[in-house]
């Protein structure tokens, strides 16, 4: 009898994981098989690694690339095990034996790579194995530059956090991450605030295609359907020169879902349907999936709609314009020739249809008569195209990516106003990979961007074109330090809206260094200053009769991080403090003119304390963050457009996997301590809060296409605005509120 088995590739990153094709004769096949003694001195190396608790499958992908190390296993013996994953320098096999500890397998050293293993099962003894096939779906972070010192501070949201926290906005995407808030319970109306500063100071992207969506400052800046994604990165602070021009205070990355990541490998058709239910709004919501793949080709398609009633807060009052009419979807096709060149194009659409409150962001103003809401019609699009070669490992990896983002605003009433931000932009770059830990990346970027706003009586717009040219090196220069430094410059043309051209230039730099200083602790520390040119301004307040003959000073920033942390045997421990000085940020005014400039600066310090058991992990953040407008305390009306007062925030995730049983339970607390920095600026304090939500997701054993999960959201009827909400300090203002005790029930069906 001959059993066949063939290699699964399991991620993105040109490391395959090998399986021993056993004959009947018991032979190895040579082009799998390596000497025993090269494979014990692989496990006694010492590598750095970065691996997130996970399902072990996903984790056993990334410690095969980690380690350069091949490793096997039985898919049925891993398929429904989850690990408390690694992180540190370590020998490649105190790594993995870290890796299962509390998973109740082992491993050993073969001929054919390391094998993991049930204990007590007659696999101990050395010789080759005879192992099924191990199916991987993604689920860690899929980041060529994941180990590099520019990403040591970096907030990862892997397909796994995606998975455990099913996000339906902005804020699930980021829920246990106190560095990153987002305010408004309205979809459409929330901005993302990075240890305080607003995301229009940040570098954000989506599948590579930069975004330029600074539309409307009572509206959200990057309205994205969380339901699209396979994982976000959020680089604080300090950003690589690759992250693209204009990383003023960071960056964040979004990635959309490819046909590998939901399709396994033993299959070329698939899809899924989702379908919600919201008890409090009475919102149905309706996913449907389609993908599929054929010798090298693959498409998928996605398409969800949301339609709901107004929400309740703590008190059981509506919150106005809260209702849902949402539309999304996504669309890719592409191509990987067997020479491993791979081709993408892409389409990504989010609309929203619904009534909201008259200013958007805002529940209502005490004073004045204007109607509670108004129609708002939010329309954001994506497209791109991308030329990569995923598997490259040399000298020649080259990037190409050319993209088109626009975000449209209809306000019908009262002046049938409607506002356009657009971008086009294109990248091309290349890695050199000289060696394991040491990679060069060169290239040159450019993009177009317009802001517009017309009615019946005006149409005027301003234009920023840009190319620039960047190179980041990653560097180890030695077995326990990584280096990362990078160097880009910019030529800038700026048209105002009375046609006039400025024309500017400037130069970046970032450095960011991590050294483990013991085996579990790591100190890092990284510094960028940053030129941005000059930023268009937000569509809704320009003016025609602006002057631009004065010019607008380019904005520049100066960041500053440093941190330590520590891991061990599933403990994990951070601490950090951050310093960003912004210069000659934009800040015009309808009737000052467009050449209004202002100066701020964010500051804190970060903490962090987890421990992960492999079944299940439980961690808590914390984030102190103070902001200064012109050396001033300063209130949500002073910071628009820069950042957010949120003084100390809170946030704790659990959970534990009853594997035998297909059943997870989870729970988050998000919490704000009062903050009295607004009364120094003249405005009341900001009151404190403390929300519980928990959750129970089960797979029935016997309808394994079947995922059911029932929501406890707000559990304690919290009436209270999430701190980074805009207006809660002002008496004149009615903030939004947050919804109150509700419950969700959702349902997945695979095909």
Do not use: C
Not at 158 to 186: H, M, Q, T
Not at 400 to 405: D, L, N
Not at 461 to 473: F, I, L, R
Not at 675 to 687: F, I, M, P, V, Y
């Amino acid at each position: 009898m001959v059993d066949e088995y063939r290699p699964v590739r399991l991620s993105a990153v040109a490391m395959a994981i090998s399986f021993a094709a056993a004959l009947g004769t018991g032979a190895v096949a040579p082009a799998m098989a390596q000497d025993e003694a090269t494979l014990l001195a692989q496990s006694d190396a010492r590598h750095s690694f970065d691996i997130a608790p996970q399902p072990l499958t996903d984790a056993i992908a990334l410690f095969s690339e980690q380690a350069n190390m091949q490793i096997s296993a039985h898919g049925d013996l891993v398929r429904e095990v989850r690990t408390g994953g690694v992180s540190g320098t370590m020998t490649g096999a105190d790594a993995l034996q870290r890796l299962l500890a509390g998973t109740g397998l082992v491993y050993r050293i073969t001929n054919d790579g390391a094998i993991i293993h049930a204990p007590g099962t007659g696999q101990e003894s050395s010789g080759p194995m005879r192992l099924g096939t191990i199916v991987v779906e993604s689920g860690g972070m899929q980041d060529e530059h994941a180990l590099a010192a520019d990403r040591a501070s970096s907030i990862g949201v892997s397909a796994a956090d995606l998975e455990r926290r099913r996000p339906r906005d902005l804020r699930d995407v980021f829920k246990g991450e106190s560095a990153v808030s987002v305010g408004n319970s309205i979809p459409s109306s929330q901005k993302l605030y990075v240890r305080g500063v607003e995301e229009t100071n940040l570098a954000v992207s989506i599948d590579g295609v930069r975004q330029n969506n600074k539309v409307f400052h009572h509206n959200g800046t990057t309205l994205i359907d969380p339901s699209l994604l396979k994982q976000a990165r959020v680089d604080p602070g300090v950003a690589p020169a690759d992250a693209g021009p204009a990383a003023m205070g960071g960056s964040v990355v979004y990635e959309t879902v490819d046909v590998g990541d939901v399709l396994s490998p033993d299959r070329n058709v698939g899809g899924f349907t989702t379908l919600s239910f919201d008890t409090d709004s009475e919102t149905f919501t309706n996913g449907y999936s389609a993908y599929g793949r054929h010798e090298g080709f693959e498409g998928l398609g996605f398409f969800k709609f949301a339609k709901g009633d107004e929400v309740t807060d703590g008190n059981g009052e509506f919150v106005n314009g809260s209702e849902s009419d949402v539309l999304s979807g996504l669309a890719k096709l592409g191509y990987e020739s067997d020479e491993g060149h791979r081709f993408e194009v892409f389409g990504e659409r989010v609309r929203d249809s619904a009534k909201r409150p008259f200013r958007a962001n805002i529940g209502r103003l005490t004073t004045g008569t204007n109607p509670v809401t108004r129609q708002y019609t939010t329309n954001r699009e994506n497209y791109g195209a991308q030329f990569s070669m995923p598997h490259a490992d040399g000298l020649f990896d080259p990037e190409i990516v050319v993209g088109y983002s626009g975000t449209e605003l209809k306000v019908p009433v009262p002046f049938g106003s409607i506002g356009e931000t657009t971008s086009l932009s294109a990248k091309v770059q290349n890695d050199f990979n000289l060696s394991e830990g040491n990679t060069i990346t060169v290239g040159t970027d450019f993009y177009d961007d317009k802001a517009r706003y017309y009615d019946p009586g005006v149409d005027m717009h301003e234009s920023s074109t840009n190319a620039g040219v960047y190179g980041q090196a990653r560097l180890t220069p030695m077995e326990d330090f990584r280096v990362s430094f990078g160097l880009r410059g910019d030529y800038q043309i700026f048209e105002g809206v009375d046609g006039s051209d400025l024309e500017q230039s400037g130069t970046s730099g970032n450095v960011s260094a991590a050294y483990d200083i013991l085996d579990h602790v790591t100190v890092k520390a990284g510094y960028s200053r940053v030129w941005g040119g000059v930023a268009l301004s937000e569509n809704f307040i320009m003016n025609q009769n602006w002057d631009y003959t004065d010019g607008i000073e380019p904005v520049t920033s100066k960041n500053y991080t440093s941190g330590l942390e520590f891991n061990y045997e599933g403990f994990s421990a951070g601490a950090g403090i951050f310093r960003s000085d912004f210069k000659n940020v934009r800040d015009p005014s309808f009737n000052g003119g467009p050449g209004v400039v202002t100066d701020f600066r964010t500051q804190g310090y970060d903490l962090s304390l987890g421990y992960d058991w492999g079944a299940g992990f439980a961690r808590a953040t914390y984030t102190d963050s103070r902001i200064k407008v012109e050396g001033n305390y300063a209130d949500s009306f002073t910071t628009n457009y820069l950042g957010m007062p949120l003084g100390k925030i809170i946030a704790l995730e659990v959970a534990h996997r009853f594997d035998g049983l297909g059943l997870t339970l989870g729970g988050t607390m998000d919490a704000a301590l009062t903050n009295r920095d607004t009364e120094l600026a003249g405005s009341e304090k900001q009151n404190s809060y403390k929300v519980f939500s928990s959750y129970a997701e089960y797979e029935p054993e016997d309808l394994d296409f079947l995922t059911l999960r029932v929501e406890a959201n707000n559990i304690l009827d919290e009436v209270y605005s999430d701190r980074a909400t805009y207006g809660q300090e002002f008496s004149t203002v009615e903030p939004l509120r947050e919804q109150g005790r509700s419950f969700l029930l959702w349902a997945r069906a695979e095909f």
